[in-house]
Each structure stands twice: as C-alpha cells, then as structure tokens.
C-alpha cells in the first residue's frame, strides 16, 4: 500500500511539472524576438525562455524595451541609478546589475512602485494583473488596479478566455507576457 501511494504521488508531481511547460504564444514570441522587443535569453537566437515565470526587475527591463524607452533609461548612469533606488527601496541592492538603471528609470516615470514596506522585491514573481498595469501605465490609461486585467481587455479587445489568461492575480510566465504584448 504504502509503495502505491509513493508511485501514485510521484506521478500527480510529474503531472503539474509537465503541464507547466505547454506555451501558446511561441510563434508571437517569435515575432516579437524578429523586431527586437522580446530577446528571452539571447540577444542573438530566438531562445525564448517562455516557461518561465516573469519577475519584477525582468518585467522592468522587457515592458521599457517593449514601448521603445529602454535606450533612454540605458543613458543614466551607475551612480544615478543606483541613488534612486536607494532612494525608494530597502532591498536596493537585490537588484540586479543589468535591470538596476531599467527598474531606477521605471520608478523615476511612476510606472513601478514598491511595497509599502520600502521594498522592491526583484525577484518575486510578477502577476498577470502586476504586468497589465504595466501596460496600462505605460499607455497612460486611468483604470483601477483591481481591474486592470479586465481593462486591459477592453483596451486591446481581447476575448474572455485571453482576458482571463492575461489578467491573473498568480505569477505569469513570458510566455503569457509575450501573447499580452503580441
């Protein structure tokens, strides 16, 4: 009995772990890499990466090269990045040396802020709803955060099914961030 239910357990893990990894948005994630707005993780391959769970510094980085302004965040420096985040965060230093001056510019335009404990939190997970803020943010759309998803929805006239896929309040993988961006 008790080797039937170590089998049984070890196979509904297996289950989840393989489901974790089915994508939907590979071809656009394709399109997005062909027009440089989407790298995963090479510059030069199209190695999207799109199982992944989206974090806060990555979503930085990927939302400010989506909209065409991470060349100008690129333009301030070390020590400017790094003043504002010391600025803003108790966990400055937890973020990363390539995101620091795309997550110091996001603070800077009022498009990310932290929690109310003075954190940041790199590297915890995005939602869905956190990354369609972002957008909404970034279009200058007035909208309670609550709902973003939904307006989101609206605004890039998305059926139920993507505006619920989109719109989640658990973390998003970039795949899921790629079919929000396509």
Request: overall charge negative; glycine content about 6%; hydrophobic content about 45%.
């Amino acid at each position: 009995l008790a080797l039937a239910i170590a089998i049984i357990m070890v196979f509904s893990l297996m289950a989840p772990v393989s489901a974790a990894y089915d994508t939907q948005y590979e071809e656009e994630a394709n399109e997005l890499f062909q027009l440089d707005l989407y790298r995963g993780i090479s510059k030069d391959e199209f190695e999207p990466d799109l199982e992944s769970k989206l974090n806060r510094q990555t979503a930085a980085v990927m939302i400010l090269r989506m909209f065409g302004e991470e060349a100008i965040a690129m333009e301030m420096s070390n020590s400017e990045a790094v003043r504002t985040l010391e600025g803003e965060f108790t966990d400055a230093d937890e973020v990363a040396d390539w995101a620091a001056k795309q997550v110091a510019y996001c603070v800077e335009m009022g498009y990310i802020k932290g929690y109310p404990d003075k954190t940041f939190r790199p590297l915890k997970d995005l939602t869905g709803r956190e990354f369609c803020t972002l957008f909404l943010k970034m279009l200058e759309y007035e909208f309670n955060f609550e709902e973003a998803g939904e307006t989101f929805g609206e605004v890039a006239k998305l059926d139920a099914d993507e505006t619920d896929d989109f719109g989640v309040d658990g973390a998003i993988t970039k795949d899921i961030v790629c079919g929000i961006t396509h």
